[in-house]
């Protein structure tokens, strides 16, 4: 049951992309079309934005989106916005339990 | 209103038990599945424990534990009460952690977690 990998940072200036990776195995990532996607602010429950690779739930803007290949799935948040500092974190469906990545602390410069 | 509240957190010594609960509003509790996800201080997340939704009185839940806490902690539910519980014993200092419970539906293939409670503290400290 290890962790997913992702970059521990990435940073952007407002108004363009960043993109982060989650990178697992063939038992997680690679085996399931469920990887979801969660924001937490400091001191705040983690939010779903992602859910089954790219689908969005309602409410969550379209500059969120997410993608997969082969045994790494990606989110990329476009048209970077202020309030969209915080941390990531992956989490892909691998049969009896779940497993979550090490989370990615996305500044906005 | 979907509202999650978990409770019971506090402080407690190594080797000691705690028994934290999940109390679930606004939607049909018996229909989703409820997991356990901590947070250790300054780190990121881990899935600790998953129980199915049980509809019908006579079926058995589905449980399921990650390997760090398999053999010392118990998840239950009551659905006459909307809750789940997490029973912890033999507490480590490495699971001193924020503990939250979040739903999902996995008997419907929705394997992800839409709605989370606020989390309790859980400090195992001598």
């Known amino acids: 049951q290890s962790a997913l990998t992702q970059p521990r940072s990435v940073s952007g200036s407002p108004g363009l992309s960043v993109t982060i990776s989650c990178t697992g195995t063939?038992?997680?990532?690679?085996?399931?079309?469920?990887v979801s996607w969660y924001q937490q602010h400091p001191g705040k429950a983690p939010k779903l934005i992602i859910y089954?690779?790219?689908s969005r739930p309602s409410g969550v803007p379209d500059r969120f989106s997410g993608s997969k290949s082969g045994n790494t799935a990606s989110l990329t948040i476009s048209g970077l916005q202020a309030e969209d500092e915080a941390d990531y974190y992956c989490?892909?469906?691998?049969?009896?339990?779940?497993?979550f990545g090490g989370g990615t602390k996305v500044t906005v410069l | 209103e979907v509202q999650l509240v978990e409770s019971g957190g506090g402080l407690v010594q190594p080797g000691g038990s705690l028994r934290l609960s999940c109390a679930a509003s606004?939607?049909?509790?018996?229909?989703?599945?409820i997991n356990w996800v901590r947070q250790a201080p300054g780190k990121g997340l881990e899935w600790v424990s998953y129980?199915?939704?049980?509809?019908?009185?006579?079926?058995?839940?589905?449980?399921y534990y990650a390997d760090s806490v398999k053999g010392r902690f118990t998840i239950s539910r009551d659905n006459a009460k909307n809750s789940v519980y997490l029973q912890m014993n033999s507490l480590r200092a490495e699971d001193t952690a924020v503990y939250y419970c979040?739903?999902?539906?996995?008997?419907?293939?929705?394997?992800?977690?839409?709605?989370w409670g606020q989390g309790t503290l859980v400090t195992v400290s001598p």
């Open positions: 063939s038992s997680n990532v690679g085996a399931y079309n469920y």
């Open positions: 089954d690779v790219g």
């Open positions: 979040a739903r999902d539906r996995g008997w419907l293939e929705e394997y992800y977690f839409d709605y």
């Open positions: 129980i199915s939704s049980s509809s019908s009185s006579s079926s058995r839940s589905i449980i």
């Open positions: 606004g939607f049909t509790f018996s229909t989703y599945s």
């Open positions: 989490c892909s469906y691998a049969g009896s339990h779940r497993v």
